[in-house]
């Protein structure tokens, strides 16, 4: 149970970072706190959601300018050191807490609120990824202009872009350039 929040705190970091999207008109679509507020409700962190503050856009686009880096690195060491000093700039003190069932669960937002909440909350998951994973299943889509980024969980680890309309667009992509150079053979 501990896990499923890490991954759902590592969505959140990836659905942050894509809200710029090359392709979008306009690309930047993180140009108020409600763009992410409809994306936290949806992930059902409604309390986070209305805890941020519309004066939070600009501590909330520097965050997401933070994390995006995560997931381009070429080596652990690359990653280790970006995430350590995102740890040392927004990591909170985990609390733990006991359900009614008597199940205790780590919360990595501590005992904060709002940004620093969701910030502290961000950073663990990506961290917590590093630990169990390393960078192999941290990635840049590859169909250029896109940069969205994603979290690999096929089971060969071979994903290579960020959704099916980028998947398509690569495919199509390829099939012109093959019939262009079968044209001049
Ligand atoms: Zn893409």
Redesign the pocket.
Known sequence: MVRRWVVNDLDLVVDLVNTVYALADPPDRLTTVDHFRVILRGAGQSDLAEELADGDLDRLRELREQLRPAFGCDTGSEATDLVNELLREHAVVPQLSQDTTGVIRMDASGMSHGLAALAGRLVAALAEHLVQHGIRRLGV?A?AP?E?VFVDRTRPGTRK???D??NDRAAAAAHYRRRKANRRD
């Open positions: 889509c169909a896109c969205c872009y960020c959704c309309t980028c």
